[in-house]
């Protein structure tokens, strides 16, 4: 999409036809050919902050001939590592993907976690790889020791017939881990055999920043809500999902056939939605009883119901709960048929609808679902927010496609309020929607595009924090009430097109630390404006010739740095509407607020880059004489690395002003040019002309020749 | 360089002398009427028609014959009032005054003490004295065509002139400004 986005980007041609005369089309022509020869021959200053290639924290030496596949994850690509200052310690790098974001804002309680069956982050920065020279954000982790438990399981060579050895040698060190977790109220969201290593009678549960809690978790290590959200928008979710996840863990430690784990996910979440996760996933299989407890508590489908902490603790003591087998989760006293099948429960219909889109209008339109929820379940408040939802969507009647789409996912969440916020294909939890953007942006699908730009127009997050809070007294925590806040915020930025609004901009606002994701900046992990500003200064020689240095993705990530609310306008050229919101215009001011915001750091490539596009501003200048005038000032501006000067020149009014009053009066000027022109070349006027001026002399003259006789006639006394 | 922002004028034919006699052929040539007022006209109509009804029952009391005299006499110039279109009536006033050089010396001469009307009534039969007085009025006339014709000559001259300078004034604003002021100036008024 980023690129499809890019491809969109075309240099802005002036807005009517005011290009001047060949002489002035030629001075810009030559000083913007003069400008890229300067610029051709600038070489960048290097990247303060990456002093050597290769190297993260000024410390961890990646060693890119030395990659390490186990511990590789689905994402990312493992390397090790050679500390300086402790040369023996056994360290591994992963190198992260660049267009889905990392857990950096847990990365810090994570690191403070330190406990030896985990594998903690110690150290993370932006590096240049020297195989590619491209960068990376990349995480230093101590390596574990071991293989995968995948392998081991598959190898048969863990004695997993000794119940003190899963209690004491796995499910002990783990279950301290998410102790710590949960004292953080985090999740660290990959508890699966792939993410753990095994080795010298020591686990290890591997990491769980390099990528959106989640993400490469299988879906049958996830409750229901997160199992049906996509990858990428299941959010940070709580630590309670990881006791599920433990509980997953242990089934798969026992022997059994597991047939889960080779179901269809929509097949599986189905009969979950129907039976209850520990019916379903222990269908047919024999569980030993010292297992059951802790089985049937961690896969409790309830989240307060659910095994913690506390529990766990106790059942690593030995303790006996005798916890009762779940029933199936049944609501309604009588089925809610649709598409052929009954369904007992308001989240198995959610799920059914969900997955049969097209269908769910009909029965949601005729006040099926909503009969069923106040007659069959009894839930007359739910049924009375179905039916409001219903009137606010158009009616009984409606048929426009976009309030259907409304209609059902409302419906959807007010039928499942735990469940994913759910529009067309999407499926996605309020604090997924960040990374959940970002993955679209990397696969440039326009229909999820457009399914996205939807979930956030409807403000169907806010729709959600609504049934929460109303029929399920849901205090949200302070994180999502910020963020809910922020989505209001956004459906304004949402709607405006203009440069450093739009969807782009609802990605790098909902994605704090996510680098940019500009075309332009291919190969760069750029998190900050400083970092923006540098990398733009070193493309300026390779990229001024055939590109602008603004983009929908860099004009975004400036303006959310800048956290800019309103549309960028040339407020001083408001007589001047295509001068006041000309492309380059615009871009050369959030260049500039971006360089004031990095304390003026000198970008001599940069000024160069904006001074060459400004050229194209100078066609709206109708004066030649001024359109000289201001190219020479931006010529002698371009190569000063600030950008400030050029901002100054092009937005003083005055010049502006004097070229509209001049161009009036010289249009006016010219029209009256033309009329006495056209009065001069009528051979009519000039005849009647020269009649009338004949005439008179021939006046005049006759009277000179009657005073001559008058005088004569005097002085012959009469007798002339 | 000028400054290009100073050059302005709304009038067209401000800037040059002829330029509202241009302005007036024009009107006229276009057939637009820029005369006085009809009532202020009618008026001086009046005015001038009383004038001539008194001075002519003044003339047959001094003059008796010899305002028969005047009256064959300036007929040419009477005829030229009629046929004079021009509200100004150059052209009868050229014939007029004219007619009037050739014809005052035989009324003098008539109103001497020792001629008297009999000398008015000899010149009045002798052909001689016709060709003089309308040879005078034909004189008139032909000088008006003249002048009319140096005036053309001249004014072409003139015309040409302006002419050139407005269309160094047009390609200076085109070079100044761009062929947007021509689009401009060709479409908004």
Known sequence: MAQTEAAKEKPTKPDDDSSGPDVSGRLAKEARAKILAGLSQYQPAPDHAITRQDIVDNRYVIQLKQPLPDFDTPLNKAYAVIDEQDPDASLYALVCVRHLPQRITIMPQVRNIMNPHFVYPIAASVAELSTTGEQFFVIIFPRPKGKRLSTLLAEKSLPLHSSAFIRNNIFNPIANVLHQFE??????????????????????????????????????????????????????????????????????????????????????????????????????????DTYLDIIRGTLHDTKRDRWTDVQLKSWVAGKSFSVITPTYPIEASRPMHFME?????????????????????????????????????????????????????????????????????????????????????LALHVDGLGSMLSEIFYHGEEEEMATMNDVLD???????????????????????????????????????????????????????????????????????????????????????????????????????????????????????????????????????????????????????????????VIEHIHSRTLREQVTTHIEACADGGQLRPMLDIMRSAEYVARDKLGFDMATLKYRQNMVALQTLANQRVIKTHST?????????????????????????GGRF | ????????????????????????????????????????????????????????????????????????????????????????????????????????????????????PASLELAMLAPRTWVIVYGSAFAGLLMVWLCRFLAYGTLTVTYTAREQF????????????????????????
């Open chain 1, 183 to 288: 004292e953080l109220g985090l999740c660290h969201g990959h508890i699966n055999p792939e993410n753990i290593y095994f080795g010298d009678g020591k686990l290890t549960l591997g990491e769980c920043v390099s990528e959106p809690c989640g993400y490469s978790q299988p879906a049958y290590f996830e409750p229901l809500e997160r199992m049906i959200s996509h990858p990428a928008g299941k959010g940070e979710g709580e630590p309670s999902v990881d006791y599920y996840a433990l509980g997953i863990l242990m089934l798969m430690l026992l022997p059994g056939r597991r047939k889960f784990v080779s179901t269809p996910v929509a097949e599986l979440a189905a009969v979950i939605a129907e039976k209850g996760s520990f019916n379903t996933l222990t269908a047919d299989e024999s569980i030993p």
């Open chain 1, 341 to 425: 099948k009954g369904y007992l429960n308001r989240k198995a219909l959610a799920l059914a609808m969900s997955r049969n889109w097209g269908k769910s209008t009909a029965v949601l339109r005729d006040g099926s679902v909503i009969r069923w929820v106040q007659l069959s379940i009894g839930q007359k408040e739910i049924a009375n927010g179905l039916e409001r939802i219903l009137k606010s969507c158009g009616g009984e009647k409606s048929t426009n496609a976009k309030l259907n789409d409304e209609l059902i996912s409302r419906s959807l969440t007010m039928l499942d309020p735990y469940g994913p916020i759910r529009l067309r294909k």
């Open chain 1, 458 to 616: 409807f403000d169907l997050a806010n729709g959600w924090a609504d049934v929460l809070k109303r029929y399920l007294d849901v205090l949200l925590n302070n994180n999502m009430s910020n963020m809910l806040w922020k989505l209001d915020r956004l459906r304004v930025a949402l709607r405006n097109h203009s440069l450093g609004f739009g969807i782009e901009r609802c990605l790098y606002e909902l994605t704090p630390y996510f680098p940019c994701q500009s075309p332009l900046l291919e190969g760069k992990h750029v998190t900050t404006l400083h970092q923006l500003l540098i990398a733009l200064d070193q493309l300026a020689p390779r990229l001024s010739k055939e590109h602008d240095p603004m983009d929908r993705h860099i004009a975004a990530f400036i303006a959310s740095r800048l956290n800019l609310g309103k549309n960028v306008r040339i407020q001083e050229l408001s007589t001047n509407r295509a001068l006041a919101s000309h492309r380059a215009l615009v871009t050369l001011k959030l260049l500039e607020q971006a360089q004031q915001r990095a304390s003026y750091i000198r970008l001599p490539g940069l000024s160069a880059w904006m001074a060459a596009g400004l050229l194209t």
């Open chain 1, 692 to 716: 009338q001026v004949g005439n008179r002399i021939g006046y005049y003259l006759s009277l000179v020749i009657f005073g001559v006789t008058l005088y004569f006639l005097y002085l012959s």
């Open chain 2, 1 to 116: 360089m000028s400054d290009p922002f100073q050059e302005n004028t709304n009038d067209p034919f401000a800037d040059h002398p002829l330029g509202a006699a241009i302005a007036r052929a024009a009107a006229i040539a276009a057939g637009i009427e820029i005369d006085k007022p009809e009532e202020v006209t009618r008026f001086a109509r009046m005015f001038w028609r009383v004038i001539a009804l008194i001075t002519s029952l003044l003339l047959i009391i001094l003059l008796q014959i010899g305002f028969l005299f005047v009256v064959l006499g300036l007929l040419p110039a009477f005829i030229a009032y009629f046929l004079d279109n021009d509200p100004k009536k150059y052209l009868f006033k050229a014939i007029f005054y004219c007619n009037l050089s050739a014809t005052l010396p035989y009324l003098s001469r008539a109103m001497m003490p020792d001629s008297g």
């Open chain 2, 166 to 189: 407005l269309t160094g004034t047009q390609e200076k604003l085109l070079d100044e400004w761009g062929t947007l002021v021509r689009k401009r100036a060709e479409t908004e008024f």
